[in-house]
């Protein structure tokens, strides 16, 4: 059992950076991919970054790519995401999730609460 407790949203201007973190209990972290998702209103989740076990391969959705940054700390059992210039779009409620199964990013075997990111213009 993966607990996942998401931090680090709030509001921020546009252009602006914010710096997500999803802690996790428990001793297993590092045997999990971790993944970001993102709900905006009205809209359907959708996949924003990935990083595998180690932290060696990372994956960026095309909307991201360039702007924000995944990362972890195994011995923090910790993943970060560091979002710069931040637009309107990217506000969304913001989830991580823990993924060790394989197929598709959604396939995941926990997920976080979320945490709201509002980008004002």
């Known amino acids: 059992q993966v607990q996942l407790v998401e931090s680090g949203g709030g509001l921020v201007q546009a252009g602006g950076s914010l710096r997500l973190s999803c802690a996790a209990s428990?001793?297993?972290?590092?045997?999990?991919?971790m993944v970001w998702f993102r709900r905006a209103p009205g809209k359907e989740r959708q996949f924003v970054s990935a990083?595998?076990?180690?932290?060696?391969?990372?994956y960026y959705a095309d909307s991201v790519k360039g702007r924000f940054t995944i990362s972890r700390d195994n011995a923090k059992n910790t993943v970060y995401l560091q979002m710069n210039s931040l637009k309107p779009e990217d506000t969304a409620v913001y989830y991580c999730?823990?993924?060790?199964?394989?197929?598709?990013?959604?396939?995941?075997?926990?997920w976080g609460q979320g945490t709201q990111v509002t980008v004002s213009s």
């Open positions: 990083i595998n076990w180690s932290g060696a391969s990372t």
């Open positions: 999730a823990a993924k060790q199964r394989g197929g598709s990013w959604a396939d995941v075997d926990y």
């Open positions: 428990g001793r297993t972290f590092s045997s999990y991919a």
